[in-house]
């Protein structure tokens, strides 16, 4: 999944209900998770066994909803105390491809300041 510059990417810890569908997602980012779901960032839900992914976006004049189901494994769900995750885009690739959002062996984002 391509993730545009700019976009945030929230991901819901708990599992949520699969039958919910565009209606019930939204209601669920903006009533639970106080967030606005017509912002154009991406909202990521999964079932209790974690064999489902849900990505709720909306784009210019609508709604968009993206599924992926395992049919063998298990996506690597993060555990937090917060309701909601905010990850980057790489994170997200990382999830969706089998791998944990927190890669131990990655090397960690540098920045510097100027020295004048």
């Given at each position: 999944?391509?993730?545009?510059?700019?976009?945030?990417?929230?991901?819901?810890?708990?599992?949520?209900d699969?039958?919910?569908?565009?209606?019930?997602?939204?209601?669920?980012v903006?009533?639970?998770?106080?967030?606005?779901?017509?912002?154009?960032?991406?909202?990521?839900?999964?079932?209790?066994?974690?064999?489902?992914?849900?990505?709720?976006?909306?784009?210019?004049?609508?709604?968009?909803?993206?599924?992926?189901?395992?049919?063998?494994?298990?996506?690597?769900?993060?555990?937090?105390?917060?309701?909601?995750?905010?990850?980057?885009?790489?994170?997200?690739?990382?999830?969706?491809?089998?791998?944990?959002?927190?890669?131990?062996?990655?090397?960690?984002?540098?920045?510097?300041?100027?020295?004048?």
């Amino acid at each position: 999944m391509i993730v545009a510059a700019g976009v945030r990417v929230y991901i819901a810890v708990d599992p949520v209900d699969m039958r919910k569908a565009i209606n019930g997602l939204s209601m669920l980012v903006s009533e639970e998770f106080d967030l606005d779901p017509l912002g154009g960032h991406l909202f990521v839900f999964s079932n209790r066994r974690r064999s489902v992914v849900k990505v709720l976006y909306w784009d210019v004049n609508g709604y968009c909803l993206w599924q992926k189901r395992l049919e063998k494994h298990r996506f690597r769900w993060p555990e937090s105390r917060s309701q909601v995750l905010e990850l980057d885009a790489r994170a997200l690739g990382w999830l969706l491809n089998g791998l944990e959002v927190e890669q131990r062996q990655a090397h960690v984002r540098l920045s510097y300041s100027a020295a004048c």
